[in-house]
């Protein structure tokens, strides 16, 4: 079974400023989806990033970029210019490729990303 | 794009009452939806498996008759939370998978309260 390991419970940024969330996981496909999510205090789950597995590339969106690698099983998602409005709880998810029962996400214990002022 | 509603937002519910969730693809199929819950400051998580035409696959550990799951079409399936107790109160929130996308979309998650 796959584990996804958020070690971190809290983090907090000063405004403006770079952030980098931790995450690692344990799996023993070769071809997998990882993705962080923002969950704000509406509690929306919201899509931050994706990563596919067999892309060396790593993904960014904007202000957020990963650093994926591989080997070592890790995931961590970077938050550069920190804003007021990125002060949410974060979690890493992993899941597999394969649709319809097969794409169920495991996630993490999550992360409470603060930001100050 | 892809919406997943979900319904009621926030509901109130006596004790030994049963509740029905609602979690609806609005503009796409989605023949596997997951439903999850989610107490404060906590992951998610994954309740069971909900598979249009078929039965619902449940996590270990998870009541099948106190949670029971119908999705009886491609665009809905629900959640009845049947003689609730407090207990039972929490944030549960659905999922549903888009194929053509290969991509997860969320409701916004219900607020349920039984007092």
């Known amino acids: 079974a796959q584990t996804v390991t958020q070690s971190q419970p809290e983090m907090s940024v000063q405004e403006a400023e770079t952030v980098t969330l931790s995450c690692t996981y344990d799996?023993?496909?070769?071809?997998?989806?990882l993705f962080w999510y923002k969950q704000p205090p509406s509690r929306q789950m919201i899509l931050v990033i994706r990563?596919?597995?067999?892309?060396?590339q790593n993904a960014t969106e904007n202000r957020f970029s990963v650093n994926f690698q591989k080997a070592a099983k890790s995931f961590s998602l970077k938050i550069s210019d920190s804003q007021l409005g990125d002060a949410a709880m974060y979690f890493c998810?992993?899941?597999?490729?394969?649709?319809?029962?097969?794409?169920?996400?495991?996630f993490g214990k999550g992360i409470t990303l603060s930001v100050r002022p | 794009g892809a919406v997943v509603s979900q319904h009621p937002s926030r509901v109130i519910c006596k004790s030994g009452t049963s509740v029905k969730i609602e979690c609806r693809s609005l503009?796409?199929?989605?023949?596997?939806m997951f439903w999850y819950r989610q107490f404060p400051k906590k992951s998610l998580m994954l309740m069971a498996t909900?598979?249009?035409?078929?039965?619902?696959?449940?996590e270990q550990g998870v009541e099948k008759d106190k949670f029971l799951i119908n999705h009886a079409s491609l665009t809905l399936s629900t959640l009845t939370v049947t003689s609730a107790h407090p207990e039972d109160s929490s944030f549960y929130i659905c999922?549903?998978?888009?194929?053509?996308?290969?991509?997860?979309?969320f409701g916004e998650g219900s607020w349920l309260t039984v007092v």
């Open positions: 999922s549903a998978f888009h194929g053509a996308g290969n991509t997860i979309y």
């Open positions: 799996t023993s496909e070769s071809d997998y989806y």
């Open positions: 990563q596919e597995a067999y892309k060396q």
């Open positions: 998810a992993y899941r597999s490729p394969l649709g319809g029962a097969n794409s169920k996400l495991t």
């Open positions: 503009d796409f199929q989605a023949t596997t």
């Open positions: 909900s598979n249009e035409g078929s039965k619902a696959t449940y």
